[in-house]
């Protein structure tokens, strides 16, 4: 049995959706009786994302300048972090007026700390330990595992398009799988619901950060308004990749999977000439792990409402996929399941974190009369909320499951 295989078990058996349901606004604590200073008022976090094969960081928001008190465990020793703190004073605010039933405070404008520790040197398939505390006895406690080596099965946490409050039963739902990471696919909050806010969703995933990196893809619902795509995503997640904080797609190896996480909103996804396609193309010839997924935001083939009336460009990625080997590509945007099966090409269109849903072949007779056939490409369609695991083998195999409330809705295996 593998570690990772073997955590999940000891997880699972700890009752993870009871967990999830018992925490206190704003994720996972423990009180004390201490005589510190009172506790700092914590919006987001923390949550921990893997910025090399051997590096993370794990960071957290808060609404006052000062430095919690960080601490890590591993293989037995202890070591004390001091954040480095990052103030910004923001305008961006919503649904600032409601009061958020899940007990997360409102977007609020005002000052905004971002507390960062960076965690190097870390021993493959190591469990870490983290504790921050914030004062006041208030005390938040999580564990990541650091990327193992190839030999060791993984599993990949998938959820996209995340809205209070359905996004409840995604979110503990996956928690019940306990991945070894989680990617987010974009759309983290939308303004179009008047009590969805960045603090309810980090408040929200407090459990699952506890529990494994995350790492977030751009959606478009992050360019709503006010600045907030760089105010709110770029200060939040900008260097995830270990890079520039002004790149918004990276790439990050856990065991024998390699998971490329691209930007489809603002940077030239499809044009082979951009920044983005050339640093892309290199690394799928290359990749050095069995396993390949390629996940980004706004699905290539659909049968929603967002399907799309030209195919070249999509056609042109596809053919990108099949050259070098690419076997699951996974995409959010649209709020239901798709599964697609395009050539030797698994497409997995899950944007069921929450959102309102949508019909999942509303748009079939049309792509049928742009491309006729097209829509025997899918192969399943759910208009339900949910979330996705990958289980990757050390052959480079995987085995897909779509989750929802009723449990695994969809299951297929990509062979290696």
Known sequence: M???QSRRDFLAGASCATLFLALPACGNSTQSSGH?????PLTKGPWVSL??????????????????????????????KTPALSQKTLTYHWADALVFSAGAPPDAPGLHVLQDVAIEGLTPGQT????????????RKGSFRAP???????RIGWIADT???????????????????????????????????????????????????????????EFESENEIQVMFDRLTGGQWGSSDKERYGSFRYGPA????????????????????????????NPGAKAVIVAFHRPLYTLSKYWRSDGASRDALHALFLKYGVRLVMSGHAHCYEHFLV??????????????????????????????????????????????????????????????ASGADDAFSVTA
């Open 2 to 4: 593998s570690s990772s």
């Open 36 to 40: 510190d200073k009172p506790p700092m």
């Open 51 to 80: 910025t090399s094969a051997t590096s993370a960081r794990l960071r957290f928001e808060t609404l006052e300048a000062r430095a919690a008190s960080v601490t890590l465990r591993f293989d037995g020793t202890s070591q004390k």
């Open 128 to 139: 870490y330990q983290w504790e921050v505390n914030l004062g006041g006895g208030d005390v």
């Open 148 to 154: 193992p080596p190839a030999s060791d099965a993984v």
């Open 163 to 221: 809205m209070y409050p359905a996004y409840k039963t995604p979110i503990a739902s996956l928690l019940d799988a306990a991945p070894d990471v989680v990617v987010h696919g974009g759309d983290i909050q939308y303004q179009t619901n008047p009590i969805d806010t960045w603090n309810g969703l980090f408040q929200a995933m407090s459990g699952l950060n506890a529990l494994a990196p995350l790492q977030i893809i751009v959606g478009n619902h």
């Open 258 to 285: 390699l998971v490329v996480c691209l930007d489809s909103e603002s940077s030239g996804l499809e044009d082979p000439t951009s920044a983005q396609r050339k640093w892309l193309e290199p690394l799928l010839e």
């Open 343 to 404: 050539d030797s090409v698994h497409y997995v269109v899950d944007g069921g974190g929450g959102a309102l849903l949508y019909d999942p072949r509303v748009g079939a007779a049309d792509v049928d009369a742009a491309r006729p056939g097209e829509s025997k490409l899918q192969l399943t369609a759910l208009k339900s909320q949910g979330a996705c695991t990958i289980d990757v083998a050390p052959d480079g195999s995987m085995n897909v499951k779509r989750l929802s």
